[in-house]
């Protein structure tokens, strides 16, 4: 199990009381292994850092956390999901993403990434919140 730094613990404290969610020690738990992980993390890590989890908990506050817009799914594939922190612009209300996720198909790696031309849809007469892009390539890691 991870013990989280008093600083980051109160980060992570912070988050759930600012969007609205009781602070528990399951959801800093779930929240401290998604942040120490620079990219997305998949679920099967997930499991593997929190194995004092049961099934439904770990489901559970997954849930809530993605409900309340501090977290989101970032590639979700037939056996595996992706999950990262959301930036500000979640809340608890709503999530507004308009980043592109990257999957590295040497490193398996999935990441949030910025597209280097912002990304503009229209649709005449609807208004879009969410724009869900996935990419798939190599990483800068990996490319050479
Ligand atoms: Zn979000
Ligand atoms: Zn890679
Ligand atoms: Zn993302």
Redesign the pocket.
């Known amino acids: 199990m991870n013990i989280l730094s008093m600083q980051e613990n109160n980060y992570l404290t912070e988050l759930l009381r600012d969007r609205k969610l009781k602070v528990t020690s399951k959801r800093l738990e779930v929240l401290g292994v998604i942040k120490e992980h620079s990219s997305a993390i998949s679920y099967s890590a997930l499991q593997t850092s929190l194995h004092d989890f049961d099934r439904v908990t770990l489901y559970r506050t997954i849930h809530s956390l993605i409900e309340n817009g501090i977290i989101h799914k970032a590639l979700t594939e037939e056996n595996e999901t992706f999950y990262a922190l959301c930036s500000t612009t979640c809340t608890s209300a709503s999530h507004i993403h308009k980043h592109i996720h990257f999957k590295?198909v040497?490193?398996n790696?999935v990441t949030c990434v910025e597209s280097v031309h912002p990304i503009q849809l229209s649709i005449v007469g609807y208004s879009i919140e969410n724009v869900e892009i996935e990419a798939r390539g190599?990483?800068a890691?990996?490319k050479n």
């Open positions: 590295c040497e490193c790696g190599r990483c890691a990996c």
